[in-house]
């Protein structure tokens, strides 16, 4: 068989322009199987059909684009991810403290490094709850936390007597739950006062 077109053209209309194996076939008036043929004799990988899919409804390309501009690691950024965390996912009923649980290290350190950065709390007045199922050695878990915080100046004799739940049926909570539910509190009611007051501005 003889090659088409060069391997170059084919990569530019079905990976950088999107174009389906039915649409290169219409543009080079070739057949779609000579297409598919020349798609993996120049190694070009095929899309998922989820991609195809996704593609295939959205003609004109993503219409979903992060911004170029974006930083992760700016005050903007992180006083944002930490109110939108705390409403999410912090309890707060307790008038005097700001508290939230979580099963995720990652959600847990940006919430600390939020309390850290944007109102300066000392990584000192943080305290820490861990409860965990019966079937968790306690220790190993406890040490997983403290490993995961230890970057951000948190040590053991900032975390309570761990509490331990009898364990009971493998579901997904349960399955989510390894290494249990870490609980940080910050006892401060100015700063508990603040961050609702921060946080009913955004409330509509």
Not at 38 to 58: C, D, G, T
Not at 119 to 134: D, E, T
Request: overall charge positive; proline content about 5%; charged content about 20%.
């Amino acid at each position: 068989m003889k090659i088409p077109h060069s391997r170059n053209l084919l990569k530019n209309l079905y990976q950088e322009r999107g174009f389906s194996v039915s649409k290169i076939a219409k543009h080079l008036n070739f057949s779609e199987g000579k297409v598919n043929y020349w798609l993996s004799r120049y190694n070009i990988q095929k899309r998922s059909i989820s991609e195809a899919v996704y593609r295939m409804h959205n003609p004109d390309g993503d219409p979903f684009v992060a911004p170029s501009n974006l930083n992760y690691k700016s005050i903007h950024f992180i006083a944002g991810l930490g109110l939108g965390l705390y409403w999410g996912e912090g309890n707060k009923r307790n008038p005097t403290s700001v508290r939230l649980g979580n099963t995720d290290p990652k959600l847990i350190k940006a919430f600390v490094r939020f309390l850290l950065k944007i109102f300066k709390v000392k990584p000192s007045k943080l305290r820490f709850g861990l409860q965990i199922f019966s079937d968790m050695p306690p220790r190993n878990v406890l040490s997983f936390w403290i490993s995961q915080l230890r970057s951000l100046g948190i040590n053991e004799q900032q975390f309570q007597k761990v509490v331990v739940t009898p364990a009971r049926s493998l579901g997904t909570y349960r399955e989510k739950s390894q290494h249990g539910v870490l609980t940080v509190y910050c006892s401060n009611v100015r700063l508990k006062n603040l961050i609702d007051n921060m946080l009913a501005e955004y409330k509509v």
